[in-house]
């Protein structure tokens, strides 16, 4: 069965700390996505991946850096967490030209 | 932006009524994707239809893509309590494995 997993649901940080979130897929997949959801604003893509050490920016890549050192995880980076940056963060994968992503579980950020 | 809108934002109804959702794009697409999303958790696809076709059934979900109007409707017959969740839509964006997802439709399916 198909999994994405990310390492927190639930995350307390305060401004200024760097923050890391991680997400692991087991199939396999090339393509690695992060996004945030905010009300009444949707999934906004901040940073994804298509392969190893390869990295593009999404919509919103300001203040957050990404790391993708194996195929299946893809690391997202608050450098110096912000409170405008607390969100519920959402990894995905999917296969090249499989067009259906798969997405982790979320991991809910407050920034104080 | 090329995001996509789903209409209505809420839609509140009774267990056993149709529950129809939309949405409208605003770029050519070669397909269109809707997922469910429970809250507080993370998205889960439901189905995806091609620019193609024009109706696609799974189980109690219809999908109708009118590529002329850029919308896309979400029909879900004899809905459930357990319905009860946010369904985005989403479109590719060209060339390229990214999607571009909707705002969102907010179902309460009371029993």
């Known amino acids: 069965d198909v999994k994405v997993t990310q390492s927190s649901r639930y995350l307390v940080k305060r401004t200024g700390e760097k923050v890391f979130l991680e997400c692991v897929q087991d199939?396999?997949?090339?393509?690695m996505f992060w996004y945030r959801q905010d009300p009444g604003l949707g999934l906004r893509l901040i940073y994804f991946?298509?392969?190893?050490?390869?990295?593009e920016k999404g919509d919103i890549p300001e203040g957050y850096s990404v790391s993708r050192e194996k195929k299946e995880r893809f690391s997202l980076i608050l450098e110096s967490a912000s409170t405008n940056q607390t969100s519920m963060y959402l990894c995905a994968s999917s296969s090249p030209n499989r067009e259906t992503q798969y997405f982790g579980p979320g991991t809910r950020l407050l920034v104080l | 932006s090329q995001q996509g809108e789903e209409d209505p934002q809420a839609l509140s109804i009774q267990e056993g009524e149709n529950a129809t959702m939309n949405c409208s794009y605003k770029?050519?697409?070669?397909?269109l994707q809707w997922y469910r999303q429970n809250s507080g958790r993370g998205l889960v696809h439901l189905i995806l239809i091609r620019s193609n076709e024009r109706e696609k059934h799974s189980g109690r979900l219809r999908v109708t893509l009118d590529t002329s109007k850029k919308s896309s409707s979400l029909l879900i017959t004899a809905s459930r309590a357990a319905d009860t969740a946010s369904y985005f839509c989403a479109t590719d964006a060209g060339n390229t494995d990214k999607l571009i997802f909707g705002t969102g439709t907010r179902l309460q399916v009371f029993p």
């Open positions: 770029t050519s697409i070669n397909n």
């Open positions: 991946s298509y392969d190893v050490k390869m990295k």
């Open positions: 199939m396999d997949h090339e393509n």
